[in-house]
């Protein structure tokens, strides 16, 4: 939400609003100009805060810089009503004495900030990139976890030196150290069922749903939101249009057995929700598998897909879209809880041991130590699933670049909490949703026999019409000259994909050349 250079010894200066940024002394802090945030500025004796938030719809700012400094009293007010702010947002809190500042996440985790504190200097951005021009180092620990596919939502990064936001999270700094502090958890393991009837649990859930979406000002630009063509992007686009009208939608085809059924669904959606729709075909925008740094920078924890959601997201802004909305966080939406009997065999989790499996393979005994020791500086959980904000960090440097915001309404922590304590038949195959999608859209466009396409054949495919050069490239190995992977164990899994195209050896394979690109490009 915002970028910043700060000597702490300017803090004493009083900040003053410059073309677009707050100075304070030669440091500047410049919030991420976009229609869907506001910035507030207010200051009283020896204390100052400045935020840059969502714009919500009935919550309208009328000045972001308050003239004049507030008694105690009033910025104590305006200071609390920050904090509870309902969306998301980033606060700076200054305290002049000492050249003390605190920065302050809010729960959503939509465009997490990115930190690197000095002795007497802190640096600020949403964009990762900014950090990678000068050395960087890795964090040999981190990069062996991401390897063995755990999934790490936490403060520290895998460059050393680098601290993420993580929601909820504050970083406290003042000459000469620097301090983090996690909130607390938030259980969401054991929820009470309410007592809804179908009827009931049906009506709510709309409610909800309905004024997550309308809670985003129409001023805040052209609405535009995905829609691959499966049960969460159409709910969205159900949402979406019932609160707003007209809505443009961008999808992503596959190719192969499974595009006749997602055409064939996502023209029922499109027609009968009139959605102004625009798409582009996966084999014309394939990702990329270089291993030789470009000069675009990647990222080590990256949309596998950029190229092709790249293309999309650039027609999008060309149109005129401001917010893009997504379906991220519907995987997560109807969880099975340890108390309840399972109805149905569940594949995934079995995947998932399998794919585990292969990456300890590629492990040398020094990285498999880092994986079994216990991990003690985790993010707590919070109102939002680690999957959802982990896609945060993937996609949104990326679409801020675009011009573009992004809201993910089936993250939201309050349709969350909902379908968290929903009793366990309206949670069993995602029925709530399938009866509002039914009532949307009708009960054709997702019968219960129902199975969604993915994108997970896309690359393993790519992976083995490309072995030849990926291995010509691997010749040379920067992970295993860092002492994590086994070079031959690499090698044989690259002849294990190209020759099987299986997803469970595919995915340690997919985060190895990931990984592997980052590190060369560091180099």
């Not at 945060?392 to 993250?411: D, E, F, I, K």
Request: hydrophobic share 45%; net charge negative.
């Amino acid at each position: 939400m915002l970028k910043a250079e700060i000597a702490l010894h300017d803090l004493s200066h009083q900040p003053e609003w410059r073309e677009g940024a707050l100075t304070i002394g030669g440091s500047r802090i410049e919030p991420y100009a976009h229609s869907a945030l506001e910035t507030l500025f207010a200051h009283t004796e020896g204390q100052w805060i400045f935020v840059v938030r969502e714009r919500h719809a009935s919550m309208s700012l009328h000045a972001n810089v308050i003239d004049g400094p507030l008694d105690a009293q009033h910025f104590a007010e305006l200071h609390r009503a920050c904090v509870m702010w309902p969306l998301d947002y980033v606060m700076i809190e200054v305290a002049k004495a000492g050249h003390r500042i605190k920065i302050r996440a809010g729960m959503y985790g939509a465009a997490p900030l990115y930190c690197r504190a000095k002795t007497s200097a802190l640096t600020l951005s949403w964009d990762l990139a900014d950090f990678l021009a000068g050395p960087v180092s890795i964090d040999l620990d981190i990069a062996s976890r991401f390897l063995a596919l755990g999934s790490i939502y936490s403060a520290q990064h895998i460059c050393s030196g680098i601290t993420m936001l993580t929601e909820r999270a504050m970083l406290f700094a003042e000459p000469g150290k620097a301090h983090y502090h996690y909130p607390a958890a938030i259980d969401t393991s054991a929820q009470s069922p309410e007592p809804l009837d179908d009827a009931e649990a049906d009506e709510a859930f709309g409610k909800i749903l309905h004024g997550i979406v309308s809670s985003r000002p129409t001023s805040s630009g052209r609405i535009a939101t995905e829609l691959s063509g499966g049960m969460d992007s159409a709910t969205v686009a159900c949402a979406l249009t019932k609160a707003y009208g007209v809505v443009a939608s961008k999808g992503i085809l596959l190719d192969g057995d499974e595009r006749k059924s997602q055409v064939a669904r996502r023209t029922k959606i499109v027609e009968r929700l009139r959605l102004i729709d625009e798409t582009v075909d996966i084999d014309a925008h394939l990702p990329t598998l270089d291993l030789q740094p470009g000069e675009t920078r990647v990222y080590p924890h990256a949309e596998l897909y950029l190229e092709a959601f790249d293309s999309l997201w650039g027609k999008a802004r060309a149109q005129g879209c401001a917010l893009l909305f997504t379906g991220v966080g519907g995987d997560e939406l109807f969880p099975t809880y340890q108390s309840e009997t399972t109805r149905h065999t569940d594949t995934s989790g079995e995947l998932v041991e399998q794919a585990r499996y292969h990456a300890t393979g590629l492990l040398t005994s020094r990285a498999q130590a880092a994986v079994d020791s216990s991990r003690l500086f985790d993010a707590p959980a919070g109102p939002i699933p680690v999957s959802s904000l982990l896609a945060g960090t993937c996609q949104a440097p990326h679409l801020l670049r675009h011009g573009l915001w992004p809201v993910n309404p089936l993250s939201d922590p309050r349709l969350v909490a909902f379908c968290y304590r929903l009793p366990p038949a309206s949670r069993h195959r995602r029925a709530v949703m399938q009866r509002y999608l039914a009532a949307s859209l009708g009960a054709d466009v997702f019968p219960p026999n129902y199975a969604k396409e993915t994108f997970s054949a896309v690359l393993p495919a790519l992976i083995s019409r490309q072995e030849q050069s990926l291995a010509s490239q691997l010749r040379e190995c920067a992970l295993a000259d860092l002492g994590l992977v086994d070079h031959g164990a690499v090698l044989a899994l690259l002849r294990e994909v190209a020759a099987t195209r299986s997803d469970a050896p595919a995915a340690p394979l997919i985060s190895f050349l990931w990984l592997e690109r980052f590190v060369r490009q560091l180099a």
